[in-house]
Nanobody
Framework: QVQLVECGGGSVPPGGFLRLTCAMSEYANTRMAWFRQAPGQEREAVAALAYDPDYTYYASSVRDRFTISRDNAKLFLQMNSLRPEDTAIYYC???????????????????WGQGTQVTVSS
């Protein structure tokens, strides 16, 4: 099973930006996604990417602010115009090729990273 390690989280003021990186232990021909979980809330998918051909999917709450991308064994999430409601632990995840044309649900995930904290506060 592929191992995932996230980095790039931190604390920024509203309107700020962060770039999260997820490093895979090996290249895998799999779909990938970013999830987040705020205190007391369910883990939710915010962005997903299918590789070759490239398709991207976004939750409505982050569309036009977040961008998911991949470079071989690394997955990125560029987060712009951050809001306090974006505060959460962000997780990198892999999921099967069979799940198409939508964001995955948390129970469909094959591998999880350990998470990285993002805090948006003035």
């Amino acid at each position: 099973q592929v191992q995932l390690v996230e980095c790039g989280g931190g604390s920024v003021p509203p309107g700020g930006f962060l770039r999260l990186t997820c490093a895979m232990s090996e290249y895998a021909n799999t779909r990938m996604a970013w999830f987040r979980q705020a205190p007391g809330q369910e883990r939710e998918a915010v962005a997903a990417l299918a590789y070759d051909p490239d398709y991207t999917y976004y939750a409505s709450s982050v569309r036009d602010r977040f961008t998911i991308s991949r470079d071989n064994a690394k997955l990125f999430l560029q987060m712009n115009s951050l809001r306090p409601e974006d505060t959460a632990i962000y997780y990198c995840a892999t999921y099967p090729q069979s799940i198409q044309a939508r964001l995955p649900d948390f129970y469909e995930i094959d591998s999880w990273g350990q998470g990285t904290q993002v805090t948006v506060s003035s």
